[in-house]
């Protein structure tokens, strides 16, 4: 998979969005609005270039996992954060657990981004995801941090596109700065 050339702008973050495109990574569902609407508010921030790796697509377009594809990709284009959108890896799409700790062994600080609500059929597990990244986003559900081994490094924030911004800019603000 080729990387894109002039993905960092000069004096702002490269931030790489790994994350599914399409609903319950199923292409007939339709596209996931994850995406779109958590990197604008960063965008919107100024703070940062953004690109997104999309996992499912990668298997649908190429029949094989990514996580080698992920693995080139930072190697090439050295983002300074990822943002993983976690759903369950049942499908096999999600990046694997070595590769996120290959990843964080590189020095690339991984943020989890848990979805507000659980899916019966994606459901995802706090405890798994907890040793896989340096910060856990939890959305829209502050009761989850309770199940958290280390509550300190679990945060909450309502889904983007609520009513309230500021708090999406200045969690943008404390983790790019």
Known sequence: MNSPAGLRQEGKSFVLFVTNRWLGLDPSAGTSDFEPRFRESLTQAGFAT???????????????????????????????????????????????????????????PVVAVLPQTQNAQHPVSLQDIEPLADLLVLLG?????????????????????????????????AILE
């Open 141 to 173: 559900n502050q009761q989850s941090i309770s199940g958290a081994r280390n509550p300190q490094k679990c945060i909450c924030l309502p889904a983007p596109g609520g009513l309230d911004t500021r708090q999406h800019f200045q969690f943008w603000q």
């Open 50 to 108: 953004c690109h997104s790796f999309f996992y499912d697509e990668f298997y649908f377009n190429y029949r094989h996992r990514s996580d080698q594809a992920l693995l080139a990709f930072c190697q090439a284009e050295k983002p300074d954060l990822i943002v993983l959108n976690y759903v369950d890896n049942a499908e096999g799409l999600a990046p694997l657990e070595q590769t996120l700790g290959l990843l964080r062994k590189q020095g690339l």
